[in-house]
């Protein structure tokens, strides 16, 4: 049984860093792509960045100066970190895994960027 | 990066209508389009993957269509429970999310 499950702060100050943490059950981080996707409340939904089943990562060029993806594949875990964190950030995190049509999301943690 | 523009953005209709969403991408992505339903509060749920291919589960209803640049989904029938929020992602390059279609009951 695929699952996902992201870890992570309620609240972060403004201008600290994000860290999240997306655990993931019943698949192989080498053969599943694992994306970052948030929503800020009553907006949509807007792709962050990738890491890759073999290893590479990919982001979204509005984030690439300030967000990190990495792994650990002896964990099942992948790793979301992104800093100078402003109001808008305040969103719902996703993680969410693909290979060809299987397509697999964790419930999201909601953060709220707070001055 | 490629750019999504869906449309409406928001939709109200009844039960039975037909009903169509709309998205157009900034270039051509060869159709490599996915839409996603979401439900308040709930994770995305994969509807049709790759313009026209119907994910597991999911009721014939939904249909897709497109290339080049334009896609769409139709509801054939619109069911009470297809309330929700609809969008496209392209994946031809990275990845855009359009910017969703809310479809309410009239």
């Known amino acids: 049984q695929v699952q996902l499950k992201e870890t992570g702060p309620d609240l972060v100050q403004l201008t600290q860093t994000l860290s999240i943490t997306c655990t993931v059950s019943?698949?192989?981080?080498?053969?599943?792509?694992v994306h970052w996707v948030r929503q800020p409340p009553g907006k949509g939904l807007e792709w962050m960045g990738a890491?890759?089943?073999?290893?590479?990562?990919d982001y979204n060029s509005a984030f690439k100066s300030r967000l990190s993806i990495s792994r650990d594949t002896s964990k099942s875990q992948v790793f979301l970190k992104m800093n100078s964190l402003q109001t808008e950030d305040t969103a719902k995190y996703f993680c969410?895994?693909?290979?060809?049509?299987?397509?697999?999301w964790g419930q999201g943690v909601m953060v709220t960027v707070s001055s | 990066d490629i750019q999504m523009t869906q449309s409406p953005s928001f939709l109200s209709a009844s039960v039975g209508d037909r009903v169509t969403i709309n998205c157009k991408a900034s270039?051509?992505?060869?159709?490599?389009l996915n839409w996603y339903q979401q439900k308040l509060g709930e994770a995305p749920k994969l509807l049709i993957y790759n313009t026209n291919n119907l994910q597991t589960g999911i009721p014939s209803r939904f249909s897709g269509s497109g290339s080049g640049t334009d896609y769409t989904l139709t509801i054939s029938s619109l069911q009470p429970e297809d309330v929700a929020t609809y969008f496209c992602l392209q994946h031809s390059s990275r990845r855009t999310f359009g910017g969703g279609t809310k479809l309410e009951l009239k």
């Open positions: 890491m890759w089943n073999g290893g590479g990562t």
């Open positions: 270039q051509n992505i060869n159709k490599y």
């Open positions: 969410a895994a693909h290979r060809y049509n299987r397509d697999y």
């Open positions: 019943g698949f192989s981080l080498t053969t599943y792509n």
